[in-house]
Nanobody, 130 residues
Framework: QVQLVESGGGLVQPGGSLRLSCAAS????????IGWFRQAPGKEREGISC????????YYADSVKGRFTISRDNAKNTVHLQMNGLKPEDTAVYYC???????????????????????WGQGTQVTVSS
């Protein structure tokens, strides 16, 4: 069974940085998409950044472009999210999830919608506040 464990969340001041990590295990395929999602109180869960295990193509939500960077280590089945320039509106529970690779035909980026991902970690809280 696929298992995902997130870490690295915490309390940070506006403008600060955090690095989230997701350790994955139990894969039966080398071909998958993995990404980061977040859910703030009263809001829908949203995909913020996803990456493929194959060609490393990426997707970033407009709200985090230029601030967040996703990276992967296929050998270790690990993915990271470097979060810089954090804002109070980034406060949410952040989840790591995996799913079957699907591409957005128009932009050649992985589909990064929560309903397309199958296996989820427990989440890690990120709070941005002074």
């Amino acid at each position: 069974q696929v298992q995902l464990v997130e870490s690295g969340g915490g309390l940070v001041q506006p403008g600060g940085s955090l690095r989230l990590s997701c350790a994955a295990s139990g894969f039966t395929s080398d071909y998958y998409a993995i990404g980061w999602f977040r859910q703030a109180p009263g809001k829908e869960r949203e995909g913020i950044s996803c990456i493929t295990s194959t060609d490393g193509s990426t997707y970033y939500a407009d709200s985090v472009k230029g601030r967040f960077t996703i990276s992967r280590d296929n050998a270790k089945n690990t993915v990271h999210l470097q979060m810089n320039g954090l804002k109070p509106e980034d406060t949410a529970v952040y989840y790591c999830a995996t799913g079957r690779i699907q591409y957005d035909v128009s932009f050649y980026s992985p589909v990064c919608r929560p309903d397309e991902y199958d296996y989820w970690g427990q989440g890690t809280q990120v709070t941005v506040s002074s």
